[in-house]
Structure formats: C-alpha cells, structure tokens
Nanobody, 126 residues
Framework: QVQLVESGGGFVQAGDSLRLSCGVS????????MGWFRQAPGKERDFVAA????????NYADSVKGRFTISRDNIKNTVYLQMNSLKPEDTAVYYC???????????????????WGQGTQVTVSS
C-alpha cells in the first residue's frame, strides 16, 4: 500500500518561510503526479501546487504563485513545498497527494488523487 507522510508544519509569523516535506513509500514514486492541497477549518480542500513525475511540469494556485515552489527528489522519494512570504490566509492543514495517471487539466481537483497523507498544520500569525 502506498503511504504518504507530511512533515515540516509549524507556527510562524507573517512574512516568514516554511518548507514542507512529503515522504512516499510502498509505490513507484517516479511514476506519480504529486500535489499539495490545503484545508482551513470550515473551508473546502483547495489546490496549492502539483508537479509531474519528471519534475519538468508544475502548476500552482493563483493565490500562491510567486511565493510557493513545489519540487521533488525521485531518489529520496520525497516532494517538497517551499513556502515564502507567508500570510495569515495561508493557515491550514496541508496535505500531500499522489496519482499515477492524471492529465494536467485535472491536477487541481482533489477527487482525482488516489493517495493522501495525514496532513501537517501550518499556522501563520499576523
């Protein structure tokens, strides 16, 4: 069974940076499209960023473009989310997700992903 485990969340101040990691085990990591989503209390789970299996194609939500960067290390079986210039509205539980056969046009849709991590809390104070 494929397992995803997020880490790196925490409590930071507005303007700070944070780097999230997602380790993947039990599957063929190089074959997966990897995505990051986030969910605040009482809100829907929203797309943040995604990256192709090769790392050559990325996609970002408009709200994080220019501030967040997704990357992956296929040797370490890990995907990262570098978050800079954090804002209070970035506060949410961040989830890592994976799928082995989805088109770029649906990378932002939570329901198309097969595997999910447990989430890591990111809290940004003003």
């Amino acid at each position: 069974q494929v397992q995803l485990v997020e880490s790196g969340g925490g409590f930071v101040q507005a303007g700070d940076s944070l780097r999230l990691s997602c380790g993947v085990s039990g599957g063929t990591f190089r074959s997966y499209v990897m995505g990051w989503f986030r969910q605040a209390p009482g809100k829907e789970r929203d797309f943040v960023a995604a990256i192709s299996w090769s790392g050559g194609t990325t996609n970002y939500a408009d709200s994080v473009k220019g501030r967040f960067t997704i990357s992956r290390d296929n040797i370490k079986n890990t995907v990262y989310l570098q978050m800079n210039s954090l804002k209070p509205e970035d506060t949410a539980v961040y989830y890592c997700a994976a799928h082995d056969s989805i088109h770029v046009s649906v990378w932002s849709v939570p329901n198309v992903y097969e595997y999910w991590g447990q989430g890591t809390q990111v809290t940004v104070s003003s």
